[in-house]
C-alpha cells in the first residue's frame, strides 16, 4: 500500500489530483485510516508488531503529500514571476501635466522684478470694506470717483456697521501697509480686484500690482525711474515707447498715467498679437503718482516726515502685451486649448 500511494503521490499532475489522493488515503474513509481503525481489535501483541508499521505508513504519505504540494506552489511561483515579470525599460504612460497660466507667469515674473529694485510683497483682503478701499485714499462717501469704480457691494455691513465689497483695485493694501507697518515702506501687493465691467480688455476681475513706496526723501524721479525700469526689464526690451499723462487719482498728487506703445519709434509693432491693435497703438497701463499727504494722515503716519510714490499696473494687460493675446476675456475662459497654448511649463 506505501509504496503503491508513494509512486502516485509522485506521478500526481497537479494540486487537485494530490488533493484527491490525500482524501483517498488519509481521509475519514481513507484506506490508511481505516487501518488505523483495525488497531484498536487486535490483540497487544498483534498491535505491537502492526501499529508502527501503519503509522509509519500514514506518516510517509503524509510526507510526501506535503513535499508534493510544496513543489506545486514552487512551479506555480516560478510561472508566475516569468509571465508577471515588470518591463522596467517599457516608458511611463504620462500623466496629463497642467501649465501656469500667463497671469501668474507675470506676477513671478513682477515679483522677481521688483525684488532686484529692493520691494517686498504685502496682501490684503478682497473682501474689503468701504474705508479701505474708498475712505482712506480720500474718497469719501460722496466723492464722484467712486461712481468711476462699477462696485460689486454686498448687501449687508459687518459687525462694526461698514459697508463690505468686492475690492476695485489693490491700493486700500497700501493703507493696510501703512497701518500695520509704518514708514519706510517698499512693497509690491498682487492680487485680484473686481469691477462690474466687460470688453475685449475688462472683465469684472482681473489683476493689478499696487507698489508703494514711502521713505523721507521720494519724488516722482523715483517714481519715473522705477516705472521705466520695471517696464524694460519686464518686456525684455529698451525701446519699448512709454507715454506718461497727467492725471487725476483722489490719493495720489500730483498723478500720473502711463501707456505703452504697440509699436515702436519706427512704427514697427513690437508688442501684443498680430491682430489689429485696440484702441490707436497705446494700451493704458498703469495708473500713479505722489502719495497725497491726506492718504498718509488717514493712514496714522505723519505727512511732514514721510512722503512717497504709488502705482497699480493690469497685470493682465501687461501679460496681452508681452505674450500676444488680443482678447482679455479668453483669460478666464478656462478653455483648454488656449491653457495649452499660452501656458508656460512650471
Ligand atoms: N488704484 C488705481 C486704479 O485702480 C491705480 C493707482 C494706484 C493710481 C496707485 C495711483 C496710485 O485705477
Redesign the pocket.
Known amino acids: 500500500l506505501q509504496s503503491g500511494a508513494l509512486s502516485r503521490i509522485e506521478e500526481a499532475s497537479d494540486a487537485d489530483a494530490l488533493e484527491a489522493l490525500r482524501i483517498e488515503y488519509l481521509g475519514k474513509q481513507g484506506s490508511i485510516s481505516a487501518l488505523m481503525k483495525t488497531l484498536g481489535k487486535m490483540s497487544p501483541e498483534e498491535r505491537q508488531e502492526q501499529a508502527p508499521k501503519i503509522q509509519g505508513a500514514r506518516t510517509a504519505v503524509a510526507d510526501a503529500i506535503a513535499a508534493r504540494k510544496a513543489q506545486f506552489e514552487a512551479e506555480e511561483l516560478e510561472s508566475k514571476l516569468a509571465s508577471e515579470r515588470l518591463d522596467l525599460t517599457l516608458p511611463a504612460p504620462q500623466a496629463p501635466r497642467g501649465s501656469v497660466h500667463p497671469v501668474s507667469q507675470v506676477m513671478d515674473e513682477l515679483a522677481e522684478i521688483f525684488a532686484d529694485l529692493g520691494f517686498s510683497v504685502a496682501t490684503g483682503p478682497e473682501i474689503e470694506d468701504d474705508w479701505h478701499n474708498f475712505t482712506a485714499l480720500n474718497m469719501a462717501e460722496t466723492h464722484p470717483a467712486r461712481a468711476m469704480h462699477d462696485t460689486f457691494y454686498f448687501p449687508d455691513r459687518d459687525a462694526d456697521g461698514n459697508r463690505m465689497l468686492l475690492r476695485?483695485?489693490?491700493?486700500p493694501v497700501?493703507i493696510r501697509s501703512m497701518v500695520a507697518n509704518g514708514a519706510p515702506i517698499r512693497i509690491i501687493a498682487p492680487g485680484r480686484?473686481y469691477r462690474s465691467d466687460s470688453d475685449a480688455t475688462h472683465t469684472p476681475m482681473f489683476h493689478?500690482i499696487?507698489?508703494l513706496v514711502i521713505d523721507r526723501d521720494i519724488n516722482l524721479g523715483h517714481l519715473k525711474w522705477t516705472l521705466e525700469t520695471f517696464l524694460k526689464a519686464f518686456f525684455e526690451r529698451d525701446d519699448i515707447v512709454l507715454r506718461l499723462r497727467p492725471s487725476y487719482?483722489p490719493?495720489?498728487e500730483p498723478?500720473v498715467e502711463v501707456d505703452v506703445g504697440w509699436k515702436d519709434v519706427n512704427g514697427r509693432r513690437v508688442l501684443g498679437g498680430d491682430g489689429d491693435a485696440p484702441g490707436h497703438g497705446w494700451m493704458e497701463l498703469?495708473?500713479?503718482?505722489m502719495?497725497n499727504r491726506r492718504v498718509i494722515e488717514f493712514a496714522g503716519l505723519d505727512p511732514d516726515e514721510w512722503q512717497g510714490f504709488?502705482?497699480?499696473v493690469g497685470v493682465d494687460r501687461l501679460a496681452m502685451l508681452k505674450y500676444g493675446m488680443d482678447d482679455l476675456r479668453a483669460f478666464f475662459d478656462g478653455d483648454q486649448r488656449w491653457l495649452d497654448h499660452y501656458g508656460f511649463s512650471p
Open positions: 476695485t483695485h489693490t491700493s497700501q480686484v493689478q499696487e507698489g487719482f490719493f495720489t498723478s498703469l495708473g500713479s503718482g502719495v504709488a502705482f497699480g
